[in-house]
């Protein structure tokens, strides 16, 4: 792999920022969206993300995506769950932790070819969507949810780094969501993949489908196949229920690990009508929380108590300062 990144590196450097010229046009303007105050773009500084992948039964995937427009990317024939966590140090609305529990997909009216979206990504409208994505603060609910659709809730979250391993843990009421940790690159210099990354997210709220895009730029390290080491349990908060019917395989196909990123979200969205061939059909669909959901949100940044590690056998022991992100 080390051979790999150094002939990567300087090829991964020429590249464009994926950033639009529309959010360097805005820079420095001010947005008051459902009374949260922003500074364009809505972006985070010096933020952590660790990232990992898991093959997954495609048709249990294809069984969890509502509607008829989205599709489980294959890869070897099967599905990905794609798990990210981010620790964000420094935003709009203050620090927290994120964690996403997602299936990669294709938004069209068609299936994609195997492998064609990892190249062109724009032309299959390559993502994720996001089953589950538990949040520190009650504003980063109120935000995110309420102006980009994404199925935000407030949970128990931390953060840890070791010098060989980073983990994050999701409990919620009491029951345990889910828990990751990948293994860090040993040696000197082993995080210097340069990284510019552009993302979309489907989300489910309302009874529609709504997309969202990110953009990162860090420098990390990427492991793929037997180098990458991670280890995923899930538990048995109600969040991940729709997760355990997915045959989730144990080895990852990749993980990352970005000790700086700095990340921009696109205050452009899309959504549409989620559908079905009759009304009954229609009503059943699992279309996420409806608005009354955030109607009587605050804009608090206090966090919930950590998860408890104790519930996870082998778990890295969180510092003192683990809820905000330790090195």
């Known amino acids: 792999m080390k051979n790999l990144t150094e002939l990567a590196a300087p090829l991964l450097k020429l590249l464009p920022s994926p950033v ?49 427009e989205m599709r489980p990317f294959t890869l070897g024939g099967k599905g990905l769950l794609v798990v990210t966590v981010v620790n964000y140090k420094s935003t709009d609305i203050g620090k927290y932790i994120e964690y996403s529990l997602a299936i990669a997909i294709t938004h069209g009216s068609r299936p994609a070819p195997p492998i064609l979206p990892l190249l062109f990504q724009k032309t299959f409208k390559l993502g994720q969507f996001v ?56 040696g000197p210099g082993a995080t210097q993949l340069p990284l510019k990354l ?18 990162f730029e860090a420098t990390g390290d990427i492991a793929l196949g037997a180098q990458a080491k991670a280890r995923l349990i899930l538990g048995d908060a109600p969040g991940v229920e729709p997760l355990r019917d997915l045959q989730v395989e144990s080895k990852p196909v990749f993980t990352a690990w970005l000790p700086q990123a700095h990340g921009v979200l696109d205050d452009h969205y899309e959504a549409w009508f989620l559908t079905a061939p009759t009304q009954l059909e229609a009503v059943a669909l699992r279309g996420g929380d409806m608005m009354d959901s955030v109607v009587d949100l605050g804009q608090g940044q206090e966090w919930l108590a950590p998860p408890d590690r104790s519930r996870v056998p082998g778990a890295a022991a969180p510092s003192a300062d683990s809820r905000g992100g330790v090195q």
């Open 131 to 186: 089953v589950d994505l538990p949040v520190s603060t009650e504003v980063s609910v109120k935000g995110g949810k309420g102006i980009w659709g994404m199925p935000k809730h407030q949970a128990n979250l931390d953060f840890v780094v070791t010098d060989t391993t980073v983990s994050a843990q999701y409990d919620k009421d009491g029951q345990l969501g889910c828990y990751i940790e990948i293994e860090r690159p040993a």
């Open 198 to 215: 552009a993302a979309s997210n489907y989300c489910v709220f309302r009874n529609m489908l709504w997309k969202s895009d990110i953009y």
């Open 20 to 68: 639009p010229r529309r959010q360097e046009r805005l820079r420095g303007q001010h947005a008051f969206a459902d009374g949260i105050k922003y500074v364009m773009p809505v972006n985070s500084d010096d933020s952590p993300v660790l990232m990992a992948a898991f093959p997954i039964n495609k048709r249990a995937a294809a069984a969890a995506l509502p509607g008829s």
